[in-house]
């Protein structure tokens, strides 16, 4: 039985794997599905890691998946679980030193989501974040058990750096919905590949993958787990 440790993006709601948890429990998988302080001003990156750890415990051997700013904690975790991967879903990837709240700037993120609205026909001054980028492909059963808007997310993580000197040494694969309205693919493409040097994998699916398409999602950790471990299924 293999673990996956899942980590939330900003709002910290734990809600967000609702529907990927039994798709990897039916796989015969652990699951530990993390809520973060993410409505406290004083809690930041450092915090949100010790919360993930301390769901963890004593396994080990885990895959750890970040989702979306997510992405900035799972690095800082995986190393103090000694895990066995890391998985960056619709996530930011960050650089050393780099505050998340530079991320945005640095990356060039304002202009390739204003390029690929463009492409789309969408408005951006027209069009509600939560309901048409981050929803859009969510069932509407799913829409109405969350409440239909986003949890709140504090500054507290994105003010101080990001504290790694490097990438861990880690195997880690990153994951991208080509139908994300947020983080559009191709700028997915580009900052991956600059800042950690590999591919992003592809699937159906927006940025909330993980409640719009929970069996497709868990097909894919699970086929990441059997291949880091040479299993031939």
Known sequence: MHT????????????????????????GHDVVAVTLPASDPNAGLAEYADVVVDAVGDRRGVTVVGQ????????LVAPRVDASMIVLLNAMAPTPGEPPGEW???????????????????????????????LHDV?????????????DQSDG?????????????IPTRCLQGIDDRFFPV??????????LG????EMPGGHLVALSRPAELADRLDRYRAELVGDPR
């Open 4 to 27: 996956f440790v899942l980590v939330p993006g900003a709002g910290g709601d734990a809600r967000y794997w609702s529907r990927l948890e039994p798709e990897l429990r039916d796989r």
């Open 186 to 195: 191709e700028f997915q493409r580009r900052v991956v590949r600059d800042r």
């Open 68 to 75: 979306s700013l997510g992405g900035f904690t799972a690095p």
């Open 157 to 169: 993580p994105f003010a101080l750096p990001w504290p790694l000197t490097a990438w861990p040494d």
């Open 139 to 151: 069932p509407a059963d799913v829409v109405a058990e969350l409440g239909g808007t986003a949890p």
């Open 104 to 134: 945005w700037e640095a990356t060039g993120f304002g202009h390739a989501r204003a390029v690929q609205a463009e492409r789309d026909g969408r408005d951006l001054d027209t069009e509600d974040l939560v309901a048409d980028v981050f």
């Open 198 to 201: 590999i591919e992003v994998d």
